[in-house]
């Protein structure tokens, strides 16, 4: 079995048009066995197939691909985990060196 990608007339993936065909099968008019994918196997935004290519090529605009990123909303959860575990563990080293010079073992 394998996965099949359809393009519509003017050659644009249409993603819930694909299908899976027997491999024995042939390959249906409309569509190809080639993922719409960079050669790094991450997915295309506004894929066109060329046939004399027999490739995928992108023709969203940065600008469009932009617009559709999350907006950035400051630091990562992990990030602020991390930055106030920074803070405490500095807080409890003062205390225990606080602890430390009342018991006579260190200057404050």
């Given at each position: 079995?394998?996965?099949?990608?359809?393009?519509?007339?003017?050659?644009?993936?249409?993603?819930?048009?694909?299908?899976?065909?027997?491999?024995?099968?042939?390959?249906?008019?409309?569509?190809?066995?080639?993922?719409?994918?960079?050669?790094?196997?991450?997915?295309?935004?506004?894929?066109?197939?060329?046939?004399?290519?027999?490739?995928?090529?992108?023709?969203?605009?940065?600008?469009?691909?932009?617009?559709?990123?999350?907006?950035?909303s400051g630091p990562s959860p992990i990030d602020l985990f991390k930055k106030q575990?920074?803070?405490?563990?500095?807080?409890?080293?003062?205390?225990?060196?606080?602890?430390?010079?009342?018991?006579?073992?260190?200057?404050?």
């Open positions: 079995m394998k996965l099949i990608y359809k393009y519509d007339s003017n050659l644009n993936y249409m993603p819930l048009e694909n299908t899976v065909i027997s491999n024995n099968d042939p390959i249906p008019k409309g569509y190809t066995d080639i993922p719409p994918t960079y050669p790094d196997g991450t997915g295309m935004y506004k894929p066109v197939f060329d046939k004399n290519k027999l490739e995928w090529r992108e023709t969203a605009t940065q600008e469009y691909i932009d617009s559709l990123q999350p907006p950035n575990n920074a803070l405490l563990s500095l807080q409890i080293a003062r205390l225990q060196a606080d602890v430390e010079a009342l018991k006579g073992g260190g200057a404050l």
